[in-house]
């Protein structure tokens, strides 16, 4: 067995932290391991993509990895860095973020590989069958107060106050990693950097509860670094708040425009924590892009490759046509290549108008339709409506309106359906029913 997941990871600059020995043991022999997410969205998050890659790597390492869902854990809430405490949420709930955070999990890992195949495994599967006494005399009592104060996560909420629920999350994560390791031969944790004060505490109760063999470790913690952008701010919030992988949620357009406007700083890293480009793929990605910055190379390979992965190449190629649609050079023709069931996904997030098919065929000229067939939605009035085509500022289909009393029969429907009016850089969709 080969050390090539440390090695991976240190080139890719996603190893922060790992007990002494863990690189020596996972070179030894092929491990289990396991990373936990959080189940209190219906759906994983961009800042979630950096750990799951993590166990990208690990099976591709030829290692096995576990999901855990914190179906338990997840009615209490991680304090981790959480400047108050989190609203609980009901069972049925999380049962319904579960299985959301299944399926998208399930696009990274192979769930059928042989050996080495993923597994998922929610806590509370095994916390429903453990009272609050058993609980404490068989997990509590092997860790004291003073060790769980000294964790940094408890620390910073001292002077806020935190809750004994709360303060007790330490314990249940620590005993998720216990019952992994005698169940499922599970020897290592991961996550990221904010969870080290967490993992090692499943580490300790581990060597606590089943005795030190002259030194000999029993289990491993393994973090890495946190994302954040160049200037310091969090990475992964966009305007609307978090990136999700769930299209309902981000769309795939969406999603593909929050890769794509990445700075030239940080897409250097980017490349290498949410690709698999190997290391002289990117080399290459970075050189050819430094030949041309304007050409945003970096970027586009970038939220190609994630793009895929996360919702497919369908949705990707969609993604470019509408990119080139409402931001780039596209022209009558490109439109006219638009497949009918393609149109609202590519003019998602798009102001639109709806107009009757009476009003379209009795509409006589352009100015005509942009301010008074659509209610005053795109042009407050006919004469906002001239002003703007006299500074040659209005596309119809991405042709120019050459007059404020041409024609509408001038221009044609897409798919006998939609129009697309251009002001400016701005668009707005018609459509006619």
Not at 210 to 218: P, S
Request: aromatic share 10%; net charge negative; hydrophobic share 35%.
């Amino acid at each position: 067995m080969s050390s090539g997941f440390i090695e991976e990871l240190r080139w890719r600059g996603m190893l922060h932290d790992m007990m002494p020995g863990t690189d020596a043991q996972l070179a030894q022999q092929s491990m289990a391991g396991y990373i936990g997410f959080d189940p209190t969205a219906a759906s994983l998050h961009i800042g979630n993509l950096a750990t799951i890659m993590l166990l990208v790597h690990f099976q591709r390492a030829g290692h096995k990895p576990f999901a855990l869902v914190g179906g338990a854990t997840g009615m209490i809430g991680d304090p981790s860095f959480k400047a108050s405490e989190r609203s609980f949420l009901s069972e049925d709930t999380l049962r319904h973020n579960q299985e959301g955070i299944r399926r998208q999990l399930a696009s990274f890992l192979d769930f059928d590989c042989g050996e080495n195949s993923a597994e998922m495994v929610n806590n509370y599967d095994w916390f429903k069958e453990i009272g609050f006494l058993t609980f404490l005399r068989d997990v509590g009592k092997f860790l004291s107060v003073n060790y769980m104060m000294g964790k940094d996560s408890v620390k910073n909420r001292l002077e806020t106050g935190i809750s004994f629920t709360e303060f007790s999350y330490q314990l249940l994560q620590g005993y998720d990693f216990y019952w992994l390791y005698k169940h499922k031969g599970v020897r290592l944790q991961m996550g990221g950097s904010d969870q080290w004060g967490n993992i090692t505490t499943g580490t300790e109760l581990i060597r606590r509860k089943e005795g030190d063999d002259e030194g000999y470790f029993k289990a491993f913690a393994l973090t890495t670094p946190l994302i954040t952008k160049s200037d310091g701010t969090k990475f992964g919030k966009s305007e609307g708040g978090n990136v999700w992988l769930d299209p309902t949620m981000t769309s795939p357009y969406q999603f593909y425009q929050f890769w794509i406007n990445q700075s030239d700083e940080d897409s250097h890293r980017l490349l290498r924590v949410f690709t698999l480009y190997t290391q002289e793929e990117i080399e290459e990605l970075e050189s050819r892009h430094g030949q041309a910055p304007h050409l945003r190379i970096m970027q586009k390979a970038l939220a190609e490759e994630v793009t895929t992965r996360v919702h497919s190449a369908r949705d990707y190629q969609l993604a470019v046509k509408a990119s080139e649609v409402l931001f780039g050079k596209a022209t009558l023709e490109t439109l006219r290549g638009i497949e009918a069931d393609e149109f609202e996904t590519i003019f998602e997030g798009v102001p639109q108008s709806l107009v009757s098919r009476s009003d379209w065929d009795a509409c006589p000229t352009v100015t005509e339709l942009l301010s008074t067939v659509t209610q005053g939605e795109i042009y407050a009035s006919k004469g906002e409506t001239r002003r703007a085509i006299q500074q040659n500022a209005v596309s119809i289909n991405k042709v120019k309106v050459t007059g404020a009393e041409q024609p509408l029969s001038d221009f044609d429907l897409l798919q006998d359906r939609f129009v697309l009016v251009s002001k400016g850089k701005k668009n707005h969709l018609v459509k006619v029913e």
